[in-house]
């Protein structure tokens, strides 16, 4: 049975205290791996996708890297304004559809 | 105005009654999908929709039903709302050119009571 697993399930951090959230799955025949944020209130928002093993992608303080069973989002010197619930979600055929984890919800204090 | 718009936001409802939540899109895309949202759990799909003849059940379609009225329409039912279907429900839509990533509306915050 595919699994997508998420931790911590929740990360408290002090600004600039860097950090990274694991995403592990357990598919058969990844796709694709999607990064969202999740603010209260609102719809997922994307960050990422990776698609193969070895491969990284970087948005302002936030970097996304895959292997062939996990991958992690680090969070290089955080702000307040990270503070949200990060989802990871697989896609393991052509339609579209994603499996979801359960997310890790971030909280920055300054 | 947003791309993925659901309404209504939120809804309280007696158990038994039959609603509907729509999404509305004006991104272009073929391909439309409900979750739902239970804390803990993370996101599950409902059903899914690649364009109006096109109709699939997901992981947790018991209870729902669509419509796909159009390409830019697609709405869920709950024929008769049971207490355990208070959930947020979120719909989205992605490109059918590969394996993109999908776009969410706001949410619906239901309440069967």
């Known amino acids: 049975e595919d699994q997508v697993t998420q931790s911590p399930e929740a990360l408290r951090l002090q600004e600039g205290e860097s950090s990274s959230l694991n995403c592990s799955y357990t598919?058969?025949?990844?796709?694709?791996l999607f990064w969202y944020r999740q603010d209260p209130g609102k719809g997922p928002e994307f960050l990422f996708t990776?698609?193969?093993a070895g491969e990284e992608k970087e948005k302002e303080r936030l970097k996304a890297t895959l292997t062939k069973k996990e991958s992690f989002l680090h969070i290089t010197a955080p702000k307040p304004e990270d503070s949200a619930t990060y989802l990871c979600?697989?896609?393991?055929?052509?339609?579209?559809?994603?499996?979801f984890g359960a997310g890790t919800q971030v909280v920055v204090t300054p | 105005d947003a791309d993925v718009t659901q309404t209504p936001r939120n809804r309280i409802t007696k158990t038994g009654k039959r609603i509907m939540l729509e999404c509305s899109q004006t991104?272009?895309?073929?391909?439309m999908y409900w979750y739902r949202q239970d804390p803990g759990l993370g996101l599950r799909l409902i059903y899914y929709?690649?364009?109006?003849?096109?109709?699939n059940k997901g992981e947790i379609s018991d209870g729902y039903s669509v419509s796909r009225q159009a390409q830019a329409k697609f709405s869920l039912s709950l024929e008769s709302a049971i207490p355990n279907q208070t959930a947020l429900y979120f719909c989205?839509?992605?490109?059918?050119?590969?394996?993109?990533?999908?776009?969410f509306g706001q949410g619906t915050r239901l309440t069967v009571v």
């Open positions: 989205a839509t992605s490109d059918s050119q590969g394996d993109t990533e999908a776009f």
């Open positions: 598919v058969s025949g990844l796709r694709g």
């Open positions: 990776l698609y193969s």
């Open positions: 979600a697989v896609s393991t055929d052509s339609w579209g559809k994603l499996q």
């Open positions: 991104k272009g895309h073929d391909r």
């Open positions: 929709s690649f364009d109006v003849k096109d109709i």
